[in-house]
């Protein structure tokens, strides 16, 4: 069945450093992909999403690109803010059901 | 009303009691999803109502787990007999959606953090 593999965390870095956070996933078909990001008691928001193979979703600085040939959509941010500290959530949908399957998330920590 | 809104936002019981959590989607929104987050651990699909569709239980993880919606408006997933592992955060969420699978994107609620000690 579907599934979505993402790095585990927690991941810390200091402001303005470079951010990845591996998501790798599989799935029959042509599934759409998500990021999901959770803050501090806040509910989950939609980060960005691409709905086929090369498309680039992006949002407030962060950016994830469909790689079908590698089975990837890894978040990537060139500079991160203490504001970026949440839990980020990987997703895709697919096939005959419009649920999300997650991955189990990665939380980010950003000191100034 | 302007999101999805849960309640309680948090609920301590007994082993053995049984619980309802209610979820009250945004109004308009055909679709409507449960998911489990238990402590360290990703999202867990629970169950999926769609308009008048047969609901999708196939993630409810035992019998003592059950979701009724009525119409497209308030749903409640309730727990019999819980156990010590069924506590997590519950979460809701609902989107537009059609029959013919298209789905406009989730919107989430806060969730409730059910206890049971």
């Known amino acids: 069945g579907n599934s979505v593999t993402q790095m585990e965390g927690p991941v810390t870095l200091s402001e303005e450093a470079f951010l990845t956070i591996n998501c790798t996933y599989t799935a029959t078909g042509y599934p759409s992909l998500f990021w999901y990001v959770q803050y501090p008691g806040e509910g989950l928001q939609l980060l960005l999403k691409?709905?086929?193979?090369?498309d680039k979703g992006s949002n407030k600085g962060f950016e994830a690109t469909y790689r079908k040939e590698t089975t990837s959509f890894h978040l990537e941010k060139g500079s991160v803010q203490v504001s970026d500290s949440a839990v980020y959530f990987c997703?895709?949908?697919?096939?005959?059901?419009?649920?999300?399957?997650f991955g189990t998330g990665t939380l980010l920590a950003v000191q100034p | 009303g302007a999101g999805v809104s849960q309640s309680p936002s948090n609920k301590v019981t007994e082993k053995g009691k049984d619980v309802e959590l209610r979820c009250d989607p945004i109004s308009g929104h055909t679709a409507l999803y449960w998911y489990r987050q238990r402590l360290g651990q990703g999202l867990e699909f629970l169950i999926y109502?769609?308009?008048?569709?047969?609901?999708?239980k196939s993630g409810l993880p035992s019998d003592r787990f059950s979701a009724e919606r009525t119409g497209e408006s308030v749903s409640t997933l309730t727990i019999q007999r819980t156990q010590q592992e069924d506590s997590a955060v519950y979460l809701c969420a609902s989107s537009f959606g059609d029959d013919r699978g298209r789905n406009y994107g989730y919107t989430f609620g806060s969730g409730t953090r059910l206890t049971v000690v």
């Open positions: 691409a709905t086929k193979a090369d």
């Open positions: 997703a895709l949908r697919g096939g005959a059901t419009n649920k999300l399957i």
């Open positions: 109502f769609q308009g008048n569709s047969a609901p999708d």
